[in-house]
Antibody, heavy 124, light 107 residues
C-alpha cells in the first residue's frame, strides 16, 4: 500500500537547522509531487511548500522563502525538508503529504496520503 | 493568498445528529479546488472530500461536500462516535491554504 514514513522527533536550539525525511513506498516515487505541511501545538495546518519528485521543481510558501529547502533522493524514494535559522515558533509537527494525482508540474493537487508526522521542538 | 474562514469554530452535537460545517474563501476558488480533511488527536489529517464534492476512497456516504466559488459546505448526515474530530478545508490552487478548523465535539 502507499505509505510515507517520516524520520523521528528532533530537538534543536534556536538558530540551528533541521532536516526531516519522508520515505515513500508502494508507488512510483518520481510520478508524484510531495508537499510539506506543519502544525504548531494546538493550532491549524500550514502549507510550507511542494516539490516535484519528477523534475525537482519547487514552490515554497512566501513566509518561508530563504529558510526552507525541499529536495528528493530518487535512488531511495525519499523526500527531505530542511528548515534553517530555527525559532521557537517553528516548534511544530511537520508532515509530508503526497499529491493525489500524478505528473503534476506545478502545485495544485489535494493531498493523500500523509506521513505520520515529525515533532520538531525548538528550545534553548 | 486565498484566506479560508471556517465556521463555527466548535460544533457541539450528539451522535445521530446532522453536522453542517462551512468554509468561506476570500476569493473564488478556481475549478472547485477545495478539499476537506478530518484530523483526530495525535493523528495525521485524513482526506475526506476533493473537488468540493467527490468522496475519497473508503469514506462513508454520510460525508458529503457541496459548494462553489467562495462558499463550501461539509455535511455529516448522521454523526457516528468516530466522527468527533477536527475538520479542515483546504484550497489547493497555486499556493495552498487551509482553514483554521472546526471542532465537532460530543454534546
Amino acid at each position: 500500500q502507499v505509505q510515507l514514513v517520516q524520520s523521528g522527533a528532533e530537538v534543536k536550539k534556536p538558530g540551528a537547522s533541521v532536516k526531516v525525511s519522508c520515505k515513500a513506498s508502494g508507488y512510483t516515487f518520481t510520478s508524484y509531487g510531495i508537499s510539506w505541511v506543519r502544525q504548531a501545538p494546538g493550532q491549524g495546518l500550514e502549507w510550507m511548500g511542494w516539490i516535484s519528485a519528477y523534475n525537482g521543481n519547487t514552490n515554497y510558501a512566501q513566509k518561508l522563502q530563504g529558510r526552507v529547502t525541499m529536495t528528493t533522493d530518487t535512488s531511495t524514494s525519499t523526500a527531505y525538508m530542511e528548515l534553517r535559522s530555527l525559532r521557537s515558533d517553528d516548534t511544530a509537527v511537520y508532515y509530508c503529504a503526497r499529491d493525489f494525482l500524478p505528473f503534476a508540474v506545478v502545485v495544485g493537487n489535494w493531498f493523500d496520503p500523509w506521513g505520520q508526522g515529525t515533532l520538531v521542538t525548538v528550545s534553548s | 493568498e486565498i484566506v479560508l474562514t471556517q465556521s463555527p469554530g466548535t460544533l457541539s452535537l450528539s451522535p445521530g445528529e446532522r453536522a453542517t460545517l462551512s468554509c468561506r474563501a476570500s476569493q473564488s476558488v478556481s475549478s472547485s479546488y477545495l478539499a476537506w480533511y478530518q484530523q483526530k488527536p495525535g493523528q495525521a489529517p485524513r482526506l475526506l472530500i476533493y473537488g468540493a464534492s467527490s468522496r475519497a476512497t473508503g469514506i462513508p456516504d454520510r460525508f458529503s461536500g457541496s459548494g462553489s466559488g467562495t462558499d463550501f459546505t461539509l455535511t455529516i448526515s448522521r454523526l457516528e462516535p468516530e466522527d468527533f474530530a477536527v475538520y479542515y478545508c483546504q484550497q489547493y490552487g497555486s499556493s495552498p491554504t487551509f482553514g483554521q478548523g472546526t471542532k465537532v465535539e460530543i454534546k
